[in-house]
């Protein structure tokens, strides 16, 4: 598949799954030699966000990679073949970086279907059924969301995970 329907497909896509990782953080890190994730309690802070477009996190440029490249903590592994724990959001965002990676690149691995395959599993464990407007403009944007959406804090969650 290739084309506008298809970059169309794959930015909407993108713009779902981005949508996902500011909504959906169920997990919190506490300290632990090997990291693991427990379901976040009631009383894990929250913040209100106000979804819209932005000019910041391009698909391409300087700015985008830097963007990009902030959102994600190094993952440092001494051995390849050893077991890796993370969060779920911190996996979220590494799936959104090497979508973005892999679209600028014009590449498809096994790694991106991977990516493709766990954000939409993502997107449909949270089954969010607010009602959304978008508007068919070149590119399309939301332009009606029903007010803040309340989030887990991801700032909480990613000062534990470094």
Not at 9 to 25: D, E, K, Q, T
Not at 79 to 104: A, G, I
Not at 130 to 136: C, D, M
């Amino acid at each position: 598949m290739s084309g506008k329907p298809f970059k169309l497909a794959f930015l909407g896509a993108l713009s779902l799954a981005l949508l996902l990782v500011l909504r959906m953080f169920t997990h919190k890190l506490t300290y632990n030699p090997e990291i693991s994730a427990i379901p976040a309690s009631k009383q894990q802070r929250k913040t209100a966000v106000w979804l819209d477009d932005t000019v910041h996190y391009n698909l391409r440029g300087e700015d985008g990679d830097s963007e990009f490249g902030l959102l994600v903590p190094a993952v440092l592994q001494d051995n390849p073949n050893s077991t890796f724990s993370s969060t779920t959001m911190v996996h979220q965002l590494q799936c959104l970086q090497v979508l973005r990676d892999d679209y600028v690149a014009g590449r498809i691995s096994s790694i991106t279907q991977h990516c493709m395959e766990y954000l939409r599993q993502s997107i449909l464990c949270t089954a969010d059924t607010r009602l959304e407007s978008v508007r068919f403009s070149h590119p399309p944007h939301v332009v009606g969301l029903p007010g803040d959406y309340e989030c887990n804090d991801w700032t909480e969650v990613l000062g534990k995970a470094l």
